[in-house]
């Protein structure tokens, strides 16, 4: 089954203590992205990628970092987590630039 | 800086009401324009990819449509099963510039049909 997959679902942690949530495609996708969605905000692109070794920054990238090793994972690095990092977050990918996103079942992070 | 804004924030009908979600974009050089339907606690689903002004699809009761500045989600005879927040976004085309690929969403309308 055609699918991205996130984990974990659901993540309580402390401030500062540094995670990691993975994303994992099965479609041989070139593009792929991260989102955050708070309410009132709707959904903001964090960071993505259009190829192996290629990242860029979306409208949020402050206090996140990712990289492009393999082309079908595509983690999200929060070094040092903060409160204001709690939020639904979602990864999707994509064929190409152009072409509509596949999102992930969502990541729901609380930082305490 | 791209920017989409999408009207109404939410949006009551009866079944049968026909309406329409207004998504207003700016962009430096538009790869394609998405609208996307969320259901709560899930990731929002793929509805329509729009390239180009004058370009329509339809899809059940569903209906997209885009000019250069904006993009219509018609909704026609609408049923309670339509019910969700619905998302716009666009991408960025400008292949010169520091955005290409980006992907910019709208608020979201949320749409709300009663029986």
């Known amino acids: 089954e055609a699918q991205v997959t996130q984990n974990p679902r659901y993540l309580i942690t402390v401030t500062g203590k540094k995670l990691t949530v993975t994303c994992s495609q099965n479609m041989n996708h070139e593009y792929m992205s991260w989102y955050r969605q708070d309410p009132g905000l709707g959904l903001r692109q964090i960071y993505y990628?259009?190829?192996?070794?290629?990242?860029d920054k979306g409208d949020v990238p402050e206090g996140y970092k990712v990289s492009r090793k393999e082309k079908r994972n595509f983690p999200l690095i929060l070094e040092s987590p903060s409160p204001n990092q709690t939020s639904l977050y979602f990864c999707?990918?994509?064929?190409?630039?152009?072409?509509?996103?596949?999102f992930g079942p969502g990541t729901r992070l609380t930082v305490t | 800086e791209d920017q989409v804004t999408q009207s109404p924030e939410a949006l009551r009908l009866q079944e049968g009401e026909s309406s329409s979600l207004n998504c207003s974009y700016t962009v430096s050089g538009l790869r394609g324009l998405f609208w996307y339907r969320q259901d709560p606690g899930k990731g929002p689903e793929f509805l329509f990819t729009l390239y180009s002004a004058g370009e329509e699809k339809e899809k059940e009761r569903l209906k997209a449509t885009l000019t250069k500045k904006e993009s219509f989600l018609h909704i026609t005879a609408p049923k309670p099963e339509d019910s969700a927040t619905y998302l716009c976004a666009v991408q960025d085309g400008n292949a010169g510039g520091t955005s290409y690929g980006k992907l910019t969403f709208g608020q979201g309308t949320i749409l709300t049909v009663h029986p």
């Open positions: 999707a990918s994509s064929i190409a630039v152009g072409y509509e996103q596949y």
């Open positions: 990628s259009m190829n192996v070794e290629v990242t």
